[in-house]
């Protein structure tokens, strides 16, 4: 059975590979030119970023190896959202495991679409401040370093690629415009 996605005509689509974190999707197409094509999505399950801000203007930060990027990465606090976990929920968990901060005030900055020309992967961007400290509960895959520094400083690393997470980027800036322009 066909259907319509946007000006493309998809006539089969083929689950091709499946794990617990995503999934990869090939689908025969007629092109908008209406020419035959193959087109390949993949699907990641949605996730989180979460920039904790102090009453100083400071933000945390993680610092931790990317096995894909093959280095370290700093980016603000982020995950995947569990199934039948609400996008809040997975903040409150992350900020909490990741970085061993509990929040008392949240705001939602909005959800980026990382890469969108393959990958379907929205994360809901969150600002979380009024912060207490607990112990983290990272998992034993993740060896991650936590960093302080003031929000003003964390734009200057975005600016000079020391942050290029993209969700991480546009997170810091979106906060840093909100809480600038007042």
């Known amino acids: 059975m066909t259907r319509k996605k946007g000006p493309w005509t998809v006539q089969e689509t083929v689950e091709k590979y499946r794990n617990a974190y995503f999934s990869v ?10 020419k035959p094509g193959t087109f390949s999505t993949i699907l990641l399950k949605p996730g989180i970023s979460v920039l904790a801000l102090d009453e100083h203007q400071n933000v945390y930060l993680t610092k931790e190896y990317r096995y894909a990027i093959e280095r370290d990465s700093i980016e603000v606090v982020s995950g995947g959202v569990d199934e039948n976990e ?72 975005v600016m000079d690629g020391q942050i290029s997470h ?9 906060a840093y415009v909100l809480l600038t322009s007042s």
């Open 25 to 34: 999707l090939e689908e025969t197409v007629r092109t908008p030119e209406d």
């Open 166 to 174: 993209a969700p991480s980027c546009v997170l810091i800036l979106k």
């Open 86 to 157: 609400s996008t809040l929920a997975c903040a409150r968990r992350e900020l909490r495991e990741e970085a061993g901060i509990e929040a008392h005030d949240w705001l939602s900055l909005g959800v980026v679409d990382p890469l969108t020309s393959i990958l379907r992967s929205p994360a809901e961007l969150f600002l979380a401040r009024n912060l207490t400290f607990v112990e983290p509960q990272t998992e034993e895959t993740e060896i991650i370093e936590l960093i302080k520094t003031s929000l003003h400083d964390s734009v200057g690393m």
